[in-house]
């Protein structure tokens, strides 16, 4: 029974090893950034609001082939409960009114939304060392909007939508395929519309704040953010500067 159990002790031993060989040094990964010249200043700024400085950084993430989906951002919801979920989304629309996507008025985002229409959205895009972070709150776009939006998608994707209780459980992917079926026999010929589902649309985010980053080599990361002002706030023209159309913004430690 002894020689057993040192023989399992050896052989746990030599198994952690091999485990300890093969992880990956997670702490030890890093990325090189921008150099010491290359960094974000104020004056650097294209508009002295945040639509027109996102325009500006959105147009040139659209330039890389390198990023494959430039509008995709990570929208930040709250439960009733107080537990924040996060999920990817695809912008589909901006200017200064706000920012906008589409998704199912049944899915769990959505339901959060309903009850809490405080959100966040990110930006991350590697290539360019840049993130955007969105503040705001939601408000649902207009029917005539998202129908608009609806018909300009390829047909299959109007039928997924069609087909998805997104959220929903499903005893398996086959009832997906099935409801798919049933909906391409349908619509799948010339001149026949799909019906918007009067469960899906669209929302616009209305940000109270948004911070634009870029990382450095040094890590001295810029982060340059705008916010509305708040009641008895005055910008001093050097930690708080006075921006257009009621904005203000201002340098944060990295």
Known sequence: MGRFLARTFVLFLSETRSVRKMSIDIGGMRIKYKDKDETFLEKHLVSKEPFGQFKAWFEE????????????????????????SARFVLLKGYGKEGFKFFTNYGSRKAREMDLNPNVAATFYWEVLNRSIRIEGQVDKLSEEESVTYFHSRPVPSQIAACASHQSTPIESRDVLQERESVLE????????????????????????????????????????????????????????HEGEDGWVYERLSP
């Open 61 to 84: 993430a659209c330039t890389k082939k390198e990023i494959l989906e430039p509008n995709a951002m990570c929208l930040a919801t709250v439960s009733p409960q107080g537990f924040p």
């Open 185 to 240: 026999a349908q619509y799948l010929v010339p001149e026949k519309e799909v019906p918007k589902p009067s469960y899906w649309g669209g929302y616009i985010i209305r940000p109270q704040a948004v911070e634009f980053w870029q990382g450095q080599r040094d890590r001295l990361h810029d982060r340059i953010k705008f916010r509305k002002l708040n009641v008895g706030e005055q910008p001093d023209g050097k930690l708080l």
